[in-house]
């Protein structure tokens, strides 16, 4: 098909009505709107205010993920589970719920969780300070009124205690060992204060580590020793720990507040988005202008809405003019059949406005493709059977929606081929299968060659069209339709030898390609130029052997399906388990095959589509539609 036309819309409007008629559009879907050249057209601009809605969104989103769900679900219960659905009517009546309250009662519990968990490691901080000076039983008390004598607790490397105990042999000094551990050793140190000097010049020629217990005296009661305060921190974590599990229980008794939470977080999402497409208006002291497109099909439905909205409002709605081309969305239009085809051409980039949309020509040729890469029919019917469930149980909406549809005919695909030229799960069904690459691959590779020489030949003749409709009339026909007439020529007349007719055909593509391929006035610059091009055919070749991947694809899926059935049988002939293991290994092993089959057959299908098709004729770049619309991340909004 082609790319649907659009029209230029215009609407003048009373600046009091100007959110809410965006708001309406919202609920349409079917109006994108552009910024205005506000100076230009000396206009006034609103730059949206949106920081407020990004604080509360972030606000509310991290609660929602906070939350325990009402109902958990896991696993493919939770991947198959529907998004609420609420009337797009109920948006203002959401907002009245009191969110502000909840999140905020929410946040102080979360904030005073934090202090205490804050409070617990810190105490564990001192926990491991302490640890090591639990076999210091003594009073801590008892270190401290000292008036002559210095007292020091000193961590030490293991080491180096012994070259520190013979140092202090000589002084009069006391040096007993707290507790000695691998690498460090903890010693209380008591020396009279006269020997300050001499007994800390004797530290200096160590690493040394002080370790000061004074913070801990005006705690003390009585004759408390380190055991004691270990005892004692440990009875405030568990007092803490308790004040968390009941701030905890707290937290989660919000769980119901979850849904109400997701339908609002999407409220002030749409606001948001609501209050970014008005400040696109140009605005006057009482009226506001707003300017995008439409698509036409949907022109005459918008303006009966906007009709029906109010009579203060005025539309035009009218053909761009020429000089609007670059900024005109692209909307592709194919039936409905091949519209989940559609995503291969978004994952490229959609074509420019005026070119042509590949979307119909490429869908049977990935359609095959695929087929013929995976070429095993149980994998498509699980493809079918689980992407139409997921279409039927989730009812995704949009890209979602289209790309487990192209999953679908992929199964099909899959199933056909499968059943011509491979199997179903590793089991061929010998009376309808055509060719067998793996017992003879080379009619499997004439047939992936001739499929690829088929699409390279479609390329050619789009690339005619796309110049002849450029006005480059003579280089479409002569060059471009040269290369039509050479190669199927040239093919023929080597494989069948004759009749005459085709070398003719030949030498008159060479001629048009040789002439006209450049644009020189002087002959021998354009017969030369000619030639050159003439070399041009090796392109044609190179990308008609690219299809050879179609063969090698093909064959690995259906070699490791087979390796897996011999596999299964080896597991089956073992006593009692055999049948267990061998369920697991066919199981396990096609859904293994399953998954890198589709994927390379995906991926490699794609590039032949990229590369060797889009290569000669497709222009992409072109703007994608995007109306302004209700977001739906946690919840649907319905009309």
């Given at each position: 098909?082609?790319?649907?036309?659009?029209?230029?819309?215009?609407?003048?409007?009373?600046?009091?009505?100007?959110?809410?008629?965006?708001?309406?559009?919202?609920?349409?879907?079917?109006?994108?709107?552009?910024?205005?050249?506000?100076?230009?057209?000396?206009?006034?601009?609103?730059?949206?205010?949106?920081?407020?809605?990004?604080?509360?969104?972030?606000?509310?989103?991290?609660?929602?993920?906070?939350?325990?769900?009402?109902?958990?679900?896991?696993?493919?219960?939770?991947?198959?589970?529907?998004?609420?659905?609420?009337?797009?009517?109920?948006?203002?009546?959401?907002?009245?719920?009191?969110?502000?309250?909840?999140?905020?009662?929410?946040?102080?519990?979360?904030?005073?969780?934090?202090?205490?968990?804050?409070?617990?490691?810190?105490?564990?901080?001192?926990?491991?300070?302490?640890?090591?000076?639990?076999?210091?039983?003594?009073?801590?008390?008892?270190?401290?009124?000292?008036?002559?004598?210095?007292?020091?607790?000193?961590?030490?490397?293991?080491?180096?205690?012994?070259?520190?105990?013979?140092?202090?042999?000589?002084?009069?000094?006391?040096?007993?060992?707290?507790?000695?551990?691998?690498?460090?050793?903890?010693?209380?140190?008591?020396?009279?204060?006269?020997?300050?000097?001499?007994?800390?010049?004797?530290?200096?020629?160590?690493?040394?580590?002080?370790?000061?217990?004074?913070?801990?005296?005006?705690?003390?009661?009585?004759?408390?020793?380190?055991?004691?305060?270990?005892?004692?921190?440990?009875?405030?974590?568990?007092?803490?720990?308790?004040?968390?599990?009941?701030?905890?229980?707290?937290?989660?008794?919000?769980?119901?507040?979850?849904?109400?939470?997701?339908?609002?977080?999407?409220?002030?999402?749409?606001?948001?988005?609501?209050?970014?497409?008005?400040?696109?208006?140009?605005?006057?002291?009482?009226?506001?202008?707003?300017a995008g497109w439409v698509p036409a099909a949907r022109a005459d439905y918008l303006a009966g809405k906007i009709n029906q909205y109010s009579q203060d409002i005025?539309?035009?709605?009218?053909?761009?003019?020429?000089?609007?081309?670059?900024?005109?969305?692209?909307?592709?239009?194919?039936?409905?059949?091949?519209?989940?085809?559609?995503?291969?051409?978004?994952?490229?980039?959609?074509?420019?406005?005026?070119?042509?949309?590949?979307?119909?020509?490429?869908?049977?040729?990935?359609?095959?493709?695929?087929?013929?890469?995976?070429?095993?029919?149980?994998?498509?019917?699980?493809?079918?059977?689980?992407?139409?469930?997921?279409?039927?149980?989730?009812?995704?909406?949009?890209?979602?929606?289209?790309?487990?549809?192209?999953?679908?005919?992929?199964?099909?695909?899959?199933?056909?081929?499968?059943?011509?030229?491979?199997?179903?799960?590793?089991?061929?069904?010998?009376?309808?299968?055509?060719?067998?690459?793996?017992?003879?691959?080379?009619?499997?590779?004439?047939?992936?060659?001739?499929?690829?020489?088929?699409?390279?030949?479609?390329?050619?003749?789009?690339?005619?069209?796309?110049?002849?409709?450029?006005?480059?009339?003579?280089?479409?026909?002569?060059?471009?339709?040269?290369?039509?007439?050479?190669?199927?020529?040239?093919?023929?007349?080597?494989?069948?030898?004759?009749?005459?007719?085709?070398?003719?055909?030949?030498?008159?593509?060479?001629?048009?390609?040789?002439?006209?391929?450049?644009?020189?006035?002087?002959?021998?610059?354009?017969?030369?130029?000619?030639?050159?091009?003439?070399?041009?055919?090796?392109?044609?070749?190179?990308?008609?052997?690219?299809?050879?991947?179609?063969?090698?694809?093909?064959?690995?899926?259906?070699?490791?399906?087979?390796?897996?059935?011999?596999?299964?049988?080896?597991?089956?002939?073992?006593?009692?388990?055999?049948?267990?293991?061998?369920?697991?290994?066919?199981?396990?092993?096609?859904?293994?095959?399953?998954?890198?089959?589709?994927?390379?057959?995906?991926?490699?299908?794609?590039?032949?589509?990229?590369?060797?098709?889009?290569?000669?004729?497709?222009?992409?770049?072109?703007?994608?539609?995007?109306?302004?619309?209700?977001?739906?991340?946690?919840?649907?909004?319905?009309?």
């Amino acid at each position: 098909m082609a790319i649907a036309p659009v029209k230029r819309m215009e609407v003048l409007l009373p600046r009091t009505e100007l959110e809410g008629f965006v708001s309406y559009l919202q609920e349409l879907e079917i109006a994108q709107l552009d910024p205005l050249p506000y100076e230009e057209l000396e206009l006034a601009s609103s730059p949206a205010e949106l920081t407020e809605y990004e604080r509360w969104l972030g606000r509310i989103n991290h609660l929602i993920q906070s939350l325990p769900e009402t109902e958990p679900r896991k696993g493919l219960e939770k991947l198959l589970t529907p998004k609420p659905k609420y009337s797009a009517s109920l948006r203002r009546v959401l907002l009245d719920y009191s969110y502000q309250k909840v999140v905020e009662d929410y946040e102080a519990l979360e904030s005073k969780r934090a202090q205490l968990s804050q409070n617990i490691k810190q105490i564990e901080k001192e926990e491991e300070f302490l640890k090591p000076l639990l076999l210091l039983d003594v009073p801590l008390l008892s270190l401290t009124g000292f008036n002559r004598c210095q007292l020091r607790i000193i961590e030490v490397k293991r080491e180096d205690l012994e070259t520190l105990k013979e140092q202090l042999t000589d002084q009069p000094a006391v040096l007993s060992v707290i507790e000695a551990k691998k690498n460090l050793a903890y010693i209380l140190v008591i020396y009279h204060q006269s020997l300050k000097e001499e007994v800390e010049a004797i530290f200096s020629g160590f690493k040394l580590t002080y370790i000061s217990l004074e913070p801990y005296f005006s705690r003390l009661r009585g004759d408390e020793k380190v055991s004691d305060l270990l005892v004692e921190l440990d009875q405030q974590k568990s007092g803490l720990r308790e004040e968390i599990n009941e701030l905890e229980k707290q937290m989660a008794s919000f769980a119901v507040h979850r849904p109400s939470l997701m339908a609002v977080y999407d409220v002030l999402l749409n606001e948001k988005q609501k209050l970014a497409a008005a400040s696109l208006a140009g605005l006057t002291e009482k009226t506001a202008w707003l300017a995008g497109w439409v698509p036409a099909a949907r022109a005459d439905y918008l303006a009966g809405k906007i009709n029906q909205y109010s009579q203060d409002i005025y539309l035009e709605l009218r053909e761009p003019k020429p000089e609007e081309k670059d900024e005109m969305p692209v909307i592709l239009d194919n039936p409905p059949l091949l519209k989940p085809f559609e995503v291969i051409t978004d994952l490229y980039g959609l074509p420019q406005p005026g070119t042509i949309d590949p979307t119909i020509y490429l869908a049977p040729f990935f359609f095959v493709f695929v087929g013929l890469c995976l070429s095993e029919g149980g994998y498509g019917l699980v493809m079918s059977l689980l992407s139409l469930f997921y279409i039927k149980k989730v009812e995704p909406k949009g890209g979602t929606r289209q790309f487990m549809l192209l999953l679908f005919y992929l199964g099909i695909s899959n199933m056909i081929f499968g059943t011509l030229f491979g199997g179903w799960f590793g089991f061929p069904i010998k009376p309808l299968v055509l060719i067998d690459p793996i017992a003879d691959p080379i009619p499997y590779l004439i047939l992936s060659l001739a499929l690829g020489f088929i699409q390279v030949m479609l390329s050619t003749f789009l690339s005619l069209v796309r110049d002849f409709k450029k006005g480059n009339k003579v280089t479409a026909i002569a060059v471009k339709g040269g290369w039509l007439l050479l190669l199927p020529s040239l093919l023929f007349y080597f494989l069948l030898k004759q009749p005459p007719i085709l070398g003719i055909l030949a030498l008159i593509g060479t001629a048009g390609i040789v002439f006209f391929s450049s644009s020189s006035r002087n002959i021998f610059a354009r017969f030369f130029s000619g030639l050159y091009a003439l070399y041009g055919i090796t392109s044609y070749f190179s990308d008609t052997l690219s299809y050879s991947r179609l063969l090698a694809l093909g064959l690995s899926t259906g070699v490791i399906a087979m390796v897996v059935n011999s596999l299964v049988q080896i597991a089956w002939g073992f006593p009692v388990v055999g049948w267990i293991i061998g369920i697991l290994i066919f199981a396990g092993g096609h859904l293994f095959n399953l998954a890198i089959g589709l994927l390379g057959g995906f991926v490699h299908s794609m590039r032949l589509q990229f590369v060797e098709f889009f290569g000669r004729f497709y222009e992409a770049g072109g703007k994608p539609f995007q109306p302004v619309k209700l977001v739906n991340k946690y919840i649907e909004f319905i009309r």
